[in-house]
């Protein structure tokens, strides 16, 4: 691994977030102030090809990266907020259904987050 992409992986890891490549790149100009943009898209592109990191997409979005760790995710259909939740793992149940192996699966809900719902029953009362 090259330093950007080993950089960029442990960003990726170490976050709390589902990065963008411009905040992945914000970041890493922190330590290396010369890096350019298509340097990030680069690597992350390489990181990903290569199964180690986990691209996120996500219609009418930018595509976010995130860790490996099995979680799926709940994506708020109003401010597009994306926070990690654990399913239960259907992978024996997707098996099951048919009847053959497949490579993954990657389950996203869409739903209004509590912040939003908030916001709209305020509106609705005054």
């Not at 290396?32 to 180690?52: E, F, G, I, Q, S």
């Not at 691209?55 to 907020?81: G, P, T």
């Not at 259907?90 to 259904?97: C, F, G, N």
Request: aromatic share 10%; proline share 2%.
């Amino acid at each position: 691994m090259t330093k950007y992409e080993e950089k960029i992986y442990n960003i990726i890891n170490t976050s709390t977030e589902h990065l963008t490549v411009e905040q992945i790149y914000a970041e890493l100009k922190k330590e290396y102030p010369k890096v350019v943009l298509a340097t990030v898209y680069n690597n992350v592109n390489k990181l990903w090809k290569a199964r180690l990191i986990r691209k996120v997409s996500i219609e009418n979005m930018s595509d976010r990266y995130d860790r490996i760790v099995k979680h799926d995710h709940l994506i708020c259909q109003r401010c597009s907020k994306l926070t990690d939740i654990s399913f239960e793992d259907l992978t024996a149940s997707l098996r099951e259904q048919m009847g053959e192996e497949f490579l993954s699966y990657d389950l996203k809900v869409f739903y209004i987050c509590p912040e939003c719902r908030e916001r709209e029953k305020n509106r609705k009362h005054t």
